[in-house]
């Protein structure tokens, strides 16, 4: 005869309870190991931060200009005394009367890897081109930081200012350089901010490609663009590619939206993020300028 423990029976309801409390704990510790984990990747984020958002190429990871650029080398000190090493790519036969722009690059590599493009922007507009490095870039010293971004702008803006007019320097941003290239225009008189492929904060950013983090709140690094657009009292041209699968071309749009008039916002339709600009491109901008920001 098979004997079996009544349901009732005062075993059966305490192993009932054991299960029951078993149940609870263990989901109080899976969730306890959550939280461990999920706070542990929070706080790794944090302090690799920097090293995320900033990918230089050091001094040994060099590529010589190209011989028509007509590139000089220029050193270039910032506010707290770090040194920034920059090109200065004038035309044969430049005058300060057709203009100048100051070129801030994007966030990998150094400035000699832009030697082809800044040779581009030359022939197409006819403009010196003076391309710098951030801190931690290439030869410049210090480490790359927002603030080191900012400075080395200003330093290069100031140097610039020196030899061409104001009203004549254009100011072109390019990935994380339309960051930079946001802040220095807010904050200068200069003849129209050009951008390529722009975001519309570092905050905005993260959380697109780290969606399941808090990361508006964690992050440090701001460029903060969306926030300063409207501040820039000159000219805006925006360009983004609808191919841009690293920053989308909602975030230029929403720049685009933010900035004040007089603005255009050219959409290059085949273009990915780091590819070179159509021959349209400049052509477009070459109207608006002689339309909004003609050289004085």
Not at 83 to 111: R, V
Not at 131 to 146: A, I, M, N, Q, V
């Amino acid at each position: 005869m098979r004997w079996t423990i009544p349901f009732w029976s005062p075993f059966r309801l305490g192993m009932a309870s054991y299960w029951r409390r078993s149940w609870k704990h263990r989901m109080a510790r899976y969730t306890l190991d959550f939280v461990i984990i999920y706070v542990g990747v929070a706080l790794v984020l944090m302090l690799l931060e920097n090293w995320l958002l900033f990918h230089p190429a050091a001094a040994k990871d060099w590529a010589p200009p190209p011989e028509p650029l007509r590139a000089q080398d220029i050193e270039l000190t910032t506010a707290d005394g770090t040194l920034i090493h920059a090109w200065w790519c004038p035309p044969a036969n430049w005058e300060p009367a057709q203009g100048a722009m100051i070129y801030c690059h994007g966030n990998a590599g150094n400035l000699s890897h832009r030697g082809e493009t800044a040779l581009l922007w030359q022939k197409k507009t006819n403009q010196a081109v003076l391309l710098f490095d951030y801190p931690g870039y290439g030869r410049s010293g210090g480490k790359p930081t927002e603030a080191g971004c900012y400075a080395a702008a200003d330093a290069a803006y100031a140097w610039l200012a020196e030899r061409v007019p104001a009203e004549n320097i254009l100011i072109l941003g390019s990935s994380l350089g339309g960051g930079v290239a946001v802040d220095l225009a807010c904050r200068n008189p200069h003849r129209a901010l050009v951008l390529l492929s722009t975001f519309t904060s570092i905050p905005a950013m993260a959380q697109r490609i780290y969606f399941w983090l808090p990361t508006r709140l964690l992050v440090r690094n701001r460029f903060d663009n969306l926030a300063k657009i409207a501040q820039c009292a000159r000219p805006v041209f925006l360009a983004h590619g609808a191919a841009d699968d690293l920053i989308p071309l909602e975030q230029g749009k929403q720049l685009f939206d933010a900035a004040s008039e007089p603005k255009k916002f050219f959409a290059m339709p085949e273009r990915g993020h780091d590819e070179y600009v159509p021959p349209e491109f400049f052509a477009a901008l070459r109207t608006f300028l002689e339309q909004y920001a003609p050289l004085k």
